[in-house]
Nanobody, 119 residues
Framework: QVHLVESGGGVVQAGASLRLSCVASGLPFSNYAMGWFRQAPGKEREFVAAISVRVSATFYADSVKGRFTISRDNAENTVYLQMSSLEPEDTAVYYC????????????WGRGTQVTVSS
């Protein structure tokens, strides 16, 4: 059974930084792309960032490009999201996802971690 467990969320002021972590188990981690998505109250879940398998190519939503960095540690089965210059608009539940590397279709989801940015 696949488990993705996020951590690192919290309440911060605008301009602060946070690092989210997601530890995966129950799947061959190095065979999957990994992604972060977020869902704000009253809004649909949206893509934030993804990292591929082989060359660890990274992809970002325009809204976070230059502020967020996704990375992975295959030895630790962990994917990270370093978030800097946080804005109130970044407030959301952040979800980790394992993605099929061929098309980045979601394979499994974590339960999410809340990030709240106050102005």
């Amino acid at each position: 059974q696949v488990h993705l467990v996020e951590s690192g969320g919290g309440v911060v002021q605008a301009g602060a930084s946070l690092r989210l972590s997601c530890v995966a188990s129950g799947l061959p981690f190095s065979n999957y792309a990994m992604g972060w998505f977020r869902q704000a109250p009253g809004k649909e879940r949206e893509f934030v960032a993804a990292i591929s398998v082989r060359v660890s190519a990274t992809f970002y939503a325009d809204s976070v490009k230059g502020r967020f960095t996704i990375s992975r540690d295959n030895a630790e089965n962990t994917v990270y999201l370093q978030m800097s210059s946080l804005e109130p608009e970044d407030t959301a539940v952040y979800y980790c996802a394992a993605l099929h590397d061929a098309d980045f279709a979601p394979y499994s989801w974590g339960r999410g971690t809340q990030v709240t940015v106050s102005s």
